[in-house]
């Protein structure tokens, strides 16, 4: 399977907005408000852990988990930045990258599952997809 086959998958299609396109990956933002959050799914069909992509790729994913956690440092004030290739819920490869804060409504525990997530409002979202843009020199 090919780039052209690639689908985001369903659920993560309705839980974020799409920020930017890199070299592998789409940066998605959970719509949450609650935490800065970014989501990195490589542009391949069928892929579902990290050891599925070709070496090469897998640098490619973590320079691009680099270069989305500085975007967030840049616009979000956090104490912990969080990674994570979890896959239980959504098996398609995506990974998380999570801006935490001491006190948060999910601290010191994981964000998944840590209650309802709290939309953006359309304003806020504008602002925050643009200024990851700006960040991520997509624009």
């Not at 659920?11 to 070299?23: E, M, Y």
């Not at 959970?30 to 892929?47: E, I, Q, S, T």
């Not at 979000?76 to 998380?96: C, E, S, T, W």
Request: proline fraction near 4%; include cysteine.
């Amino acid at each position: 399977m090919s780039e052209r086959d690639f689908v985001i998958d369903t659920r993560l299609r309705a839980d974020t907005r799409h920020v930017a396109s890199l070299d592998l990956c789409d940066v998605l933002l959970m719509n949450d408000a609650r935490f800065p959050w970014l989501v990195l799914v490589p542009r391949r069909a069928g892929m579902v852990e990290i050891c599925d992509l070709a070496a090469a790729e897998q640098t490619t994913l973590w320079l691009e988990a680099h270069r989305a956690a500085q975007a967030l440092r840049a616009i979000a004030a956090f104490d912990k930045l969080n990674l994570g290739a979890l896959g239980n819920i959504v098996r398609q490869l995506h990974v998380h990258v999570v801006g935490r804060r001491q006190g948060d409504s999910a601290w010191p525990g994981p964000v998944w599952g840590s209650g309802a997530a709290q939309h953006y409002e359309p304003q806020e979202l504008e602002q925050m997809l643009g200024r990851l843009q700006n960040e991520l020199r997509v624009l």
